[in-house]
């Protein structure tokens, strides 16, 4: 990889269920610009990607659905049970993943870049690095996650667990090593001293405050939440939500390893939340709670564009919001922020189609902004 001076590069690994994502998440918060490596190989054989007709002509035209695309539960059935196919796929798709990789990383704006990949240290990613770091768990808090969250048995928990290569071999060359198998609490503190560590005098990464003078209340704000701020998110949507979201503050601590909270803010008082996540150059934004008091159009507005001005600093490509309630009907007000209501197999871009399926709630609408359109993983 070329073009990342002045980048300081964190690799991220550790074996399945130990918590990398939940730690990549962390980092975000901190400032850091982050990569899924292994979501991007995904995209690398997807529909139009440069990787698609080489998987086809490697595997045959059994492995596409009717759809076209690549089935991954074919695919994934036949590389896991043999070791000569899973290392043709890993020879087609990891080059164009390093190739994206670099993109992605040499347009950050951010000073420190996370890159997380299960095979981090088999493969050229860890020749890059300034720090590797490895997430660590007990096997049997692996089995019981991959249980609970998965729902697999406890002998396929156990098998895939050990299909993977010896956690103690990462442990054994990180330069830092995250203990996950406590609290939210106690994982975010160490993965905050983690960070003031290896990065003396690192901040936080400042978040572009947007304002807008209201015609009779005062001013809106929006704001990036930090995890400081999880009581009073947990009281407002509890209390927004009239008690169909029970939320405590502990609950939002949780949630911040997996998503972000934008707070909309008047005269410094928390009037409106949105929870949302950038996931695999995909923005996903749900949770939406506004005080009645506020002019709706006016509060959306800035609450949405908080949104997407750091959505951009993470480079997504598209916007998906999935709204309840009564916003779900309010089709004119999202078109004048640019959003169109579709649905999942409408979108066209096979990682945004897969964001929608996984992501949407019961009950909500979904509405969809593209936001860039030089998208990596294209056809060279």
Not at 189 to 213: F, N, R
């Amino acid at each position: 990889m070329s073009n990342l001076s002045g980048k300081f590069i964190i690799g991220l690994t550790g074996n399945i269920a130990t918590g990398k994502s939940v730690v990549r998440r962390m980092l975000e918060h901190l400032g850091a610009y982050t990569i899924d490596a292994d979501a991007l190989t995904h995209r690398a054989y997807s529909k139009g990607a440069p990787g698609y007709q080489q998987v086809i002509d490697g595997f045959g035209r059994w492995i596409v659905n009717k759809d076209g695309e690549v089935d991954r539960k074919k695919l994934g059935n036949l590389v896991f049970n043999d070791p000569e196919a899973m290392k043709q796929l890993e020879a087609i798709v990891h080059p164009l993943v390093r190739q994206a990789t670099e993109i992605l990383a040499s347009r950050a704006t951010q000073p420190v870049v996370v890159i997380e990949a299960i095979k981090l240290l088999e493969g050229e990613l860890r020749n890059v690095c300034n720090s590797i770091w490895v997430t660590n768990a007990p096997e049997v808090i692996q089995i019981e996650r991959l249980m609970r969250k998965r729902g697999f048995t406890r002998d396929q928990a156990r098998e895939r667990i050990h299909m993977q290569s010896a956690q103690s071999a990462k442990v054994a060359v990180a330069n830092i090593v995250i203990t996950n198998t406590g609290s939210y609490e106690d994982l975010w503190k160490q993965v905050s001293e983690a960070w003031k560590e290896v990065i003396p005098g690192a901040k936080e990464a400042p978040v572009e405050t947007i304002t807008v003078k209201k015609p009779i209340s005062g001013e809106l704000t929006v704001h990036r939440g930090k995890p400081k701020n999880a009581s009073a998110i947990a009281e407002l949507i509890t209390r927004l939500s009239k008690g169909k979201v029970t939320l405590t503050a502990s609950d939002v601590m949780e949630n911040f390893g997996d998503k972000a909270y934008m707070l909309l803010q008047q005269d410094g008082n928390l009037v409106g939340v949105a929870g949302w996540q950038v996931e695999n150059l995909v923005t996903r934004t749900s949770d939406i709670f506004l005080e009645n008091s506020l002019e709706k159009e006016k509060a959306l507005e800035i609450l949405v564009k908080g949104v997407e001005n750091a959505s951009s600093e993470l480079q997504s490509e598209a916007s998906l919001l999935f709204v309840m309630n009564e916003l779900s009907g309010q089709d004119a007000l999202w078109q004048k922020l640019g959003y169109e209501k579709r649905t999942p197999e409408t979108l066209g871009v096979q990682a945004w189609q897969d964001a929608a399926i996984e992501s949407t709630p019961a009950g909500s609408a979904l509405f969809f902004k593209q936001l860039r359109q030089d998208r990596v993983l294209r056809p060279i």
